[in-house]
């Protein structure tokens, strides 16, 4: 009889181990197409992929937290992926940085449970939208602000808040194209802040973002705080679950993913 | 012998009035060779002779109150020119602004008396510097900041402030090339501020600066905080009056001019 060789010497078994990776990324986006890879152009998924995968030595799929429009930054994006190279984390991101862009950072790379993944995973985001109330355009914040000028009125822009808070249907404020079933979404908490002289952001903190829905919020806030629209009429425009009710869609330079919330959702 | 008519008629006279300009510009310096017309690719100056030209209809020299090195930013530069045009002040910043590129704005345009030239009536100017002090590189600042790492040592840079402050020959952060002829300039203030997470920002005030010195003075202090030099040296190196003596320059990203002072100036 005998002892029989095993087919498979052992060290080659451990490199095929599955690991699952999240991902931190930050991204100035006004030189690609979005998040969502795609045939026209340039898109952060896409050059993830490519840098990723050339690190980890085979193709890999990225799945991030949601898509990002052609121009929206982010500071604080999660992506996840799943692979059987044995590289830890921390080569993954100085590999990473070392071939993406330099527009493009991964900031954070962590090995987590296999059940991870960034998009169903995750419990809420934050996004950030900046405006520029210059009363000459500024050049200094021309890639990541909305030029407003400097009469918005920006008290009558938070009377909007208590119209926007909590779970609602927000079908006024998605455009086509989405994937999602449900147009309801819960806003759990909106800021306005001045970080700078003639500069407004605001924040919003949601369970989940249908497709452009914070561009369309900031526009339809713009429109109010331009005394276009009353706060008021946000009611009679969420009831009417119509895009066309709301008001025009903010540029996609202002609008930033700050962060992606998990276990440490705090709402 | 009767009356001989004029050969000029008057309301020809008018429009040859000489005035004075005064503009204040804005730009986001990273696709410009600096301030001063040169034959290699766009400046500032250029552009903003090409364009105030247009709106005089006739070509016309402007000064600004100093140059900028190529990538430099600025929020408040400076600059002034002599028209017969009989345009306003606002046909001159509304009819500008649309001929630059939007990296560049004229964001005030004042007439001033004929007496006041952007340089030789300039009291003392202030520069900012920034840092990006995020442990991997921030697309959101990369234009704008210079990546140097969580690593310095604050409170250290601060303690090179003394070395600094007050009338000094600054020989020692003077590159080559300076038209000045007295390499001696006062540094009225020094101010550093952290306006932002993982952002530092480093205020200089002074009667004048030579050419690089903001520059090599961030390098410097940027070498103190690093612990390659102590704070002593800068004894040293300002009493050497040798640009060999000092650290290095740092990149031109990070330097923002925000005001020029004429009778303003606070010190």
Redesign the interface.
Same mark, same amino acid.
């Given at each position: 009889m005998g002892v029989t060789a095993p087919i498979i010497a052992p060290h080659l078994i451990k490199p095929f181990m599955e690991k699952n990776f999240k991902l931190t990324v930050?991204?100035?986006g006004t030189n690609f197409r979005g998040w969502q890879r795609q045939s026209m152009g340039p898109t952060i998924q896409e050059l993830l992929e490519l840098a990723v995968g050339r690190v980890c030595a085979h193709p890999v799929t990225i799945h991030g937290s949601g898509r990002t429009d052609a121009g929206v930054?982010a #500071?604080g994006q999660v992506a996840s992926f799943k692979t059987t190279s044995p590289r830890s984390p921390a080569q993954i991101?100085a590999g990473a940085?070392t071939l993406l862009p330099?527009?493009?950072?991964?900031?954070?790379a962590e090995e987590v449970d296999l059940s991870f993944h960034a998009r169903f995973s995750a419990r809420g985001k934050c996004y950030s939208y900046d405006f520029s109330s210059?009363?000459?355009?500024?050049?200094?914040t021309?890639? #990541?602000a909305w030029p407003v000028g400097p009469n918005l009125d920006w008290a009558k822009l938070k009377l909007c808040f208590p119209f926007l808070l909590g779970e609602r249907d927000f079908s006024s404020f998605q455009s086509k194209g989405s994937e999602v079933q449900s147009p309801v979404r819960s806003i759990t908490h909106l800021e306005l802040s001045f970080?700078?002289p003639r500069l407004a952001r605001l924040y919003f903190y949601a369970t989940g973002f249908l497709r452009h829905m914070a561009r369309a919020i900031t526009g339809t806030l713009y429109n109010v705080a331009r005394g276009q629209l009353a706060p008021e009429d946000l009611s009679r425009i969420l009831e009417a679950r119509d895009r066309r009710q709301a008001g025009l869609m903010a540029p996609a330079q202002g609008l930033?993913l700050r962060r992606v919330y998990y276990e440490d959702w705090p709402f």
């Open positions: 930050a991204y100035e930054h #500071q991101l940085n330099r527009e493009i950072a991964v900031i954070k210059s009363p000459v355009r500024d050049p200094l021309l890639r #990541q970080p700078g930033c």
